[in-house]
């Protein structure tokens, strides 16, 4: 008898391509890891207590008063009427709704010395905004700490927009029909069925949009009139540490900049996952 | 006998019943909300957008020309361009792989390594300058005595801009197409490889074109972070007219000189292209999703 070698019948296993493995990391580690790693270093050097006085210096306080307190009117501002935007792109039919849509992403693909340059003539003293503005109620925007507000909510406009949409487009109109069946009026409906699904939506975006404004430099440089203790942000403290070659103060404040940024990246993250716990599997797709 | 039930539409309410007061308020926050949406963003985003167009041409079309043709701003340009153009292909690069990679594998801290690669979009632009300027200064980086021996020059140079405007915008590519490549699952990819095909084959025969329109997408975003990347890019370039000054430095910086019409002139050749490449990103976002919709129904 001839003995038939037995071929595998298994199919080949597929491998994945191990070189996108590599360049990915390759990639990473040169880009991305290499420069956290050493912005860790960098502040690892400097003694503890200088650390604590570089951060909480006078200057450095001041001007994180400006950067997260603006910031946070800002998303706050944007988390009402991102709200109202939303609901009016999805909820309302209006000529011109398109561009509409499209005008939110603006502040997205718009480079933010343009969107800078843009909103501190319109809302400087004799700008289309800034002159009424000064004339009826005596109210300066461009070069106070009112012009960095409106960069910040012109930059963190688009978020929650953005976050709140596909909720909203996704509740079901028989939650609201069996609400006015049972007898509630449209205040109570939307503030006790609908405006407890969006929330975590709206806070998200609200987050998101907070993180964006107190990292944002271009479009508020620009609109700002840069005086410390009165409307300096954070990134441009950093920026004149280093033109005055105080390298140190600058990798501590840029450490704390960025110790917020891991935090809130963090907490972004927990509010969509404890996001989506309410709204089921509807929304997965 | 057959009973005629009219659509429900056709049924009005008895003639008795009048809208009341409250019924007309009602019927008026609709038209409310679209008016405060519309004034809102009018005022925070439109107005803004136009005041540039209208400034830039404040003297008319011909002053217009003559501040395009400004040396500083061409050589800003070409900067501009030269920076995206070695940016935007290495991050091309880098996001297919990682897709690739990255989307089909199960292993533990895969939400983890997303967020990493997420992390450029959440640190300020300055600190991620500042990151390269520690790294790569010649007095006082990491690296400054590797770089001096060699005679490199990084920071205040086109090197540096370059690194800038990549780590800014690496992350659009892989977050574009990684969401497409799960859920399209490995079906293609498994038949072209028993029948013979190579990882190269199969990877630009069947896994590129397939994620062709996120891959564009992907690619739209990152050519327009890139050309108006400002804050990373000012911190590493030294800014210095007619050598390292960007596009978006140049609009800054003309500004400050008050050359408020040079400044506005450069403004909007930028945000001509921001405006085309939303343009381009509505259309290719409508495709993916007539794509994303017939994979749905397919599977």
Same mark, same amino acid.
């Given at each position: ?139 300066? %925007? ?12 012109? $930059? ?81 403290? $950093? ?47 | ?23 007309? +308020? ?25 005041? %540039? ?172 972070? +890139? ?47 921001? $405006? ?10 409508? $495709? ?12």
């Amino acid at each position: 008898m001839v003995s038939v070698p037995s071929r595998p019948r298994r199919l080949p296993r597929l491998k994945l391509p191990s070189w996108s493995w590599r360049i990915t990391w390759t990639y990473l580690g040169l880009i991305l890891f290499l420069p956290l790693i050493g912005m860790f270093l960098k502040a690892g050097q400097v003694s503890p207590p200088e650390f604590w006085a570089a951060a909480t210096s006078s200057e450095a306080v001041a001007s994180y008063k400006v950067s997260f307190g603006v910031a946070f009117v800002a998303s706050l501002i944007n988390g009402f009427f991102g709200l109202v935007v939303a609901w009016a792109l999805i909820r309302c039919r209006f000529p011109g709704q398109r561009l509409l849509d499209a005008l939110i992403d603006l502040p997205f693909a718009l480079p933010t010395a343009v969107a800078g340059l843009a909103l501190s003539y319109v809302y400087s003293e004799e700008g289309w905004m800034g002159k009424p503005l000064y004339d009826l109620f005596g109210l300066k %925007v461009s070069f106070t700490i009112y012009g960095v507000a409106v960069a910040m909510v012109f $930059i963190s406009l688009p978020f929650v927009v953005r976050t709140v949409e596909p909720v909203l487009r996704s509740l079901e109109k028989e939650q609201e029909e069996a609400s006015a069946c049972l007898g509630a009026n449209q205040l109570q409906t939307f503030f006790l069925v609908i405006l407890p699904q969006l929330f975590p939506a709206i806070l998200a975006g609200i987050a998101q949009g907070f993180s964006r404004a107190v990292g944002e430099y271009g479009s508020v440089v620009m609109i700002a009139s840069n005086v410390p203790f009165k409307d300096l942000i954070t990134p441009t403290l $950093i920026i004149q540490k280093l033109e005055e070659y105080d390298f140190n103060s600058a990798t501590v404040i840029g450490s704390v900049m960025l110790l917020f940024s891991l935090v809130s990246l963090a907490v972004i993250n927990f509010i969509q996952v404890w996001g989506q716990r309410y709204q089921g599997s509807e929304s997965a797709n | 006998m057959t009973i005629v039930v009219p659509p429900l539409e056709d049924i009005q309410p008895p003639q008795w019943v009048k809208p009341t007061f409250s019924d007309r +308020a009602k019927s008026a926050v609709p038209a409310l909300i679209v008016v405060v949406a519309c004034l809102y963003v009018g005022t925070v985003i439109l107005l803004p957008a136009l005041s %540039v167009v209208v400034q830039a041409f404040a003297k008319g079309l011909q002053p217009f020309l003559d501040n395009l043709t400004n040396e500083d701003l061409l050589h800003a340009l070409r900067l501009t361009l030269f920076a995206t153009a070695i940016a935007v292909p290495a991050n091309t690069i880098f996001g297919l792989a990682a897709a690739t990679a990255i989307a089909r594998r199960k292993f533990r801290g895969k939400a983890l390594l997303l967020s990493i690669i997420d992390l450029p979009f959440s640190i300020s632009p300055v600190v991620v300058g500042l990151m390269l300027v520690l790294l790569y200064s010649p007095n006082h980086g990491l690296f400054a005595g590797v770089i001096n021996s060699l005679g490199w020059k990084i920071i205040f140079s086109w090197p540096g801009i370059v690194l800038a405007t990549i780590l800014v915008t690496f992350p659009f590519m892989a977050r574009e197409v990684i969401p497409l490549l799960e859920e399209e699952g490995w079906d293609q990819e498994e038949a072209a490889k028993t029948l013979g095909a190579s990882d190269w084959q199969v990877f630009w025969k069947v896994t590129l074109p397939s994620v062709r329109w996120a891959a564009l997408y992907g690619l739209i975003l990152t050519t327009a972070r +890139a050309l108006g990347e400002f804050g990373a890019v000012s911190v590493v370039s030294g800014n210095v007219a007619g050598q390292t000054q960007t596009l978006p430095l140049f609009v800054e910086d003309a500004y400050k000189q008050y050359h408020t019409e040079l400044a506005f002139g450069a403004a909007l050749v930028l945000a001509g292209v921001a $405006i085309v490449s939303l343009l381009l990103k509505i259309l290719v976002e409508q $495709i993916l999703e007539k794509e994303k919709r017939a994979l749905r129904a397919d599977s």
